[in-house]
């Protein structure tokens, strides 16, 4: 298993560009997060998905959006790229349910630059 | 909203020496984890606690639950120098969201 596969490692956009970071696991697990980690700082939930076609809003949703159309794939679309969103992203994954211990797996990142 | 706070946020030890990093939350917990995040990698987890005064043991590491479910803390006993990594809570009160602690950055100097 490949385990939580994220794409590009490292990217530099302008301000005011448009770009998906791609997410994908093949554990099969319902629930994908989608966090941002600032030097120094904790993770800050952006996005999360129950499951297929389903979406909600973590602390900071603003100027990011996501979709689930499939239970292997969430990619993190981010809209007119502000410099405030130059962060590592982690994309996670775990599963929910009965007598699951809820263990995120995360993966490798990508380290995204705007200027 | 909530808010998960840790600390200290730095440590710096010798090597041998014990490490504890603490975190505490502003509401009541359900469950909470520990992640170690070594430098330029990625979060990984450790451990779930789930029931108030729980204590769980990995080799040298120590993790508690409080009494009252709104704080935990992991102690690293005689560190070593594969111990240096960066130390996240994760806590769950109700809902679908873990909300990290800040992290505690942990340097053993050999």
């Known amino acids: 298993n490949a385990g939580v596969t994220q794409t590009p490692k490292f990217r530099i956009l302008k301000i005011g560009q448009s770009m998906t970071l791609q997410c994908a696991q093949d554990?099969?697990?319902?629930?994908m997060y989608w966090y941002r980690q600032d030097p120094g700082m904790g993770l800050k939930l952006i996005y999360y998905?129950?499951?297929?076609?389903?979406?909600d809003k973590g602390e900071v949703p603003n100027g990011y959006n996501v979709s689930r159309s499939t239970t292997e794939d969430f990619p993190l679309r981010l809209e007119l790229a502000a410099p405030s969103q130059t962060s590592v992203y982690f994309c996670?994954?775990?599963?929910?349910?009965?007598?699951?211990?809820?263990?995120?797996?995360f993966g490798p990142g990508t380290r995204l630059t705007v200027t | 909203g909530q808010q998960v706070m840790q600390i200290p946020q730095y440590q710096h030890v010798q090597e041998g020496e014990d490490f504890t990093t603490y975190c505490n939350s502003s509401?009541?917990?359900?469950?909470i984890q520990w992640y170690k995040q070594r430098p330029g990698g990625h979060p990984v987890f450790l451990i779930q606690?789930?029931?108030?005064?729980e204590v769980k043991k990995q080799k040298r590491l120590t993790f508690q639950f409080g009494e009252a479910k709104k704080n935990s803390s992991l102690h690293i006993t005689a560190t070593q120098t594969t111990d240096v990594g960066t130390y996240f809570c994760?806590?769950?009160?109700?809902?679908?969201?873990?909300?990290f602690g800040t992290g505690t950055s942990l340097t053993v100097i050999p």
């Open positions: 554990m099969n697990h319902n629930y």
């Open positions: 994760a806590g769950r009160s109700t809902g679908n969201q873990f909300y």
């Open positions: 509401t009541t917990l359900s469950n």
């Open positions: 996670a994954s775990t599963q929910h349910g009965t007598g699951s211990t809820y263990e995120q797996y």
């Open positions: 998905s129950v499951g297929a076609g389903i979406t």
């Open positions: 606690l789930v029931k108030s005064g």
